[in-house]
């Protein structure tokens, strides 16, 4: 999920090595009870964010996805309610990473958890997901083109199930999200794209000057 112009910002997600062949991205603790404990007694406001993404990356150094997606799910939780978008869109990828890794069908798994993000966020990370989630049906699309082909149209298929999908399905689908991804275009107008320092490459002082708003990096994704 990479905008591939170094003169320009670009999502910075890495998924890492999967299990499941089918997520091909470019895109991107078990905490002790005292930690708990320590964390139910704080403010919200006062979650260090930086020292939990450093619990996360050594987690996930040593082999424990499982271990990394309970931190990322406190992450989650402490983003949103700060309402801090560039945070919550980290944990959110976050979670798909370590979901796909550890689930067989995770990837699918991922869609509908993405999906559902997408529905109930609200701006300016709402925008971003729906983003995200067209690109995510497009990929899969992508890998599983001779399926699509040589499927009929169906018309009792589940419509929360992408492997019953027909082509027109997809396709149609996708343009859904990349244009609901631009339904708050003044909001996102009016937006810096410093907002998702934490999730995109910066890009140059160039980039920025032509590009400034989350509209323009939403618009050219």
């Not at 499982?66 to 979670?95: M, P, R, T, W």
């Not at 798909?96 to 509908?112: H, Q, R, S, Y």
Request: net charge negative.
């Amino acid at each position: 999920l990479i905008i591939d112009n170094s003169r320009f910002y670009r999502l910075d997600v890495n998924f890492g090595p999967m299990k499941n062949t089918l997520l091909v991205l470019a895109f991107l603790f078990i905490l002790t009870p005292c930690a708990f404990a320590q964390n139910d007694q704080k403010p919200m406001n006062s979650f260090d964010f930086e020292k939990a993404w450093k619990e996360v990356k050594e987690y996930e150094s040593n082999g424990l996805p499982e271990s990394a997606l309970k931190v990322v799910n406190d992450i989650a939780i402490h983003a949103k309610a700060q309402n801090k978008a560039g945070e919550l869109v980290k944990a959110i990828i976050h979670q798909l990473k370590f979901t796909d890794a550890k689930e067989e069908d995770g990837f699918i798994k991922n869609l509908v958890r993405l999906k559902r993000e997408a529905e109930i966020a609200t701006f300016p990370t709402k925008p971003l997901l729906h983003s995200l989630l067209g690109e995510l049906y497009w990929q899969y699309y992508q890998q599983n083109r001779y399926e699509f082909i040589n499927r009929s149209t169906t018309v009792d298929f589940d419509d929360q199930d992408i492997e019953t999908w027909s082509l027109n399905k997809i396709v149609e689908e996708t343009f859904i999200q990349y244009k609901l991804r631009l339904n708050d275009a003044e909001k996102s107008k009016r937006e810096q794209v410093d907002v998702y320092d934490k999730v995109i490459y910066p890009g140059n002082d160039l980039g920025r000057q032509f590009r400034p708003t989350l509209y323009d990096f939403l618009a050219h994704r």
